[in-house]
């Protein structure tokens, strides 16, 4: 799931504009869960994304699921809905998790894994570069996630034994990406923006993400 091909993004609006079906999905059949403001545990802080995730996404027949062992994507199959399955109850794994399903088009989404091949821990230098290439705009689109939530985002090189490439330019590029979704130079998917405005709606008073919310020193 992790090398994922950047795909055509859906011409939404940035971050500010209202979902059409935004407010229906937060006050009709409302959630009943403690505020995002009063949960003081990581497990209860995935257990709120858990819920509100997919009461929120119940329309694109998708479940978000905790998994004792990595990270896979499931199709919908068998009138089971799709599953998004992060690794051991993390919530940053699940917000990762999420950026990749966002990106994914339709026809990603009826595949294993949304149908892309992984090497594992132990890449060699042109493989961790096609790595870092193919994740800027899903770990861009996580840092857009952990703000919304309060929380503080790390980018993932992921090649703990093999050649971790140049940490410092992945950096570069994946606040780059951030600048240009802000920008307007490219497209936010529309599911990450419904995703954002979402969680803006419940942990801040709507507010949407700013610009100088994201700093490239926040990285290191």
Same mark, same amino acid.
């Given at each position: 799931?992790?090398?994922?091909?950047?795909?055509?993004?859906?011409?939404?609006?940035?971050?500010?504009?209202?979902?059409?079906?935004?407010?229906?999905?937060?006050?009709?059949?409302?959630?009943?869960?403690?505020?995002?403001?009063?949960?003081?545990?990581?497990?209860?802080?995935?257990?709120?994304?858990?819920?509100?995730?997919?009461?929120?996404?119940?329309?694109?027949?998708?479940?978000?699921?905790?998994?004792?062992?990595?990270?896979?994507?499931?199709?919908?199959?068998?009138?089971?809905?799709?599953?998004?399955?992060?690794?051991?109850?993390?919530?940053?794994?699940?917000?990762?998790?999420?950026?990749?399903?966002?990106?994914?088009?339709?026809?990603?989404?009826?595949?294993?894994?949304?149908?892309?091949?992984?090497?594992? *821990?132990?890449?060699?230098?042109?493989? $961790? &570069?096609? !790595?870092?290439?193919?994740?800027?705009? #899903? @770990?861009?689109?996580?840092?857009?996630?952990?703000?919304?939530?309060?929380?503080?985002?790390?980018?993932?090189?992921?090649?703990?034994?093999?050649?971790?490439?140049?940490?410092?330019?992945?950096? *570069?590029?994946?606040?780059?990406?951030? $600048? &240009?979704? !802000?920008?307007?130079?490219?497209?936010? #998917? @529309?599911?990450?923006?419904?995703?954002?405005?979402?969680?803006?709606?419940?942990?801040?008073?709507?507010?949407?993400?700013?610009?100088?919310?994201?700093?490239?020193?926040?990285?290191?």
């Amino acid at each position: 799931m992790h090398l994922l091909q950047p795909q055509p993004e859906v011409t939404t609006s940035l971050l500010v504009s209202t979902h059409s079906t935004l407010h229906s999905a937060l006050l009709s059949d409302t959630v009943q869960l403690s505020p995002w403001q009063s949960l003081q545990t990581e497990h209860d802080q995935v257990e709120w994304l858990i819920l509100h995730f997919n009461h929120w996404f119940s329309h694109q027949n998708v479940t978000l699921v905790k998994g004792e062992i990595e990270p896979e994507y499931f199709p919908a199959q068998n009138q089971e809905p799709a599953k998004i399955q992060f690794a051991h109850g993390f919530f940053n794994s699940a917000l990762h998790e999420i950026s990749h399903w966002s990106i994914a088009g339709k026809k990603r989404r009826l595949l294993p894994d949304l149908g892309y091949w992984y090497a594992p *821990d132990g890449r060699t230098l042109e493989q $961790q &570069r096609l !790595f870092e290439q193919v994740e800027i705009k #899903p @770990q861009a689109i996580e840092w857009l996630f952990a703000t919304a939530f309060g929380r503080k985002f790390r980018v993932s090189l992921d090649n703990l034994t093999g050649d971790g490439g140049d940490g410092a330019l992945f950096k *570069d590029h994946v606040f780059m990406q951030v $600048q &240009r979704y !802000f920008s307007g130079e490219t497209k936010l #998917p @529309q599911d990450a923006a419904y995703f954002i405005q979402c969680i803006c709606l419940c942990t801040r008073d709507g507010r949407a993400l700013e610009i100088d919310e994201f700093n490239r020193a926040f990285l290191d």
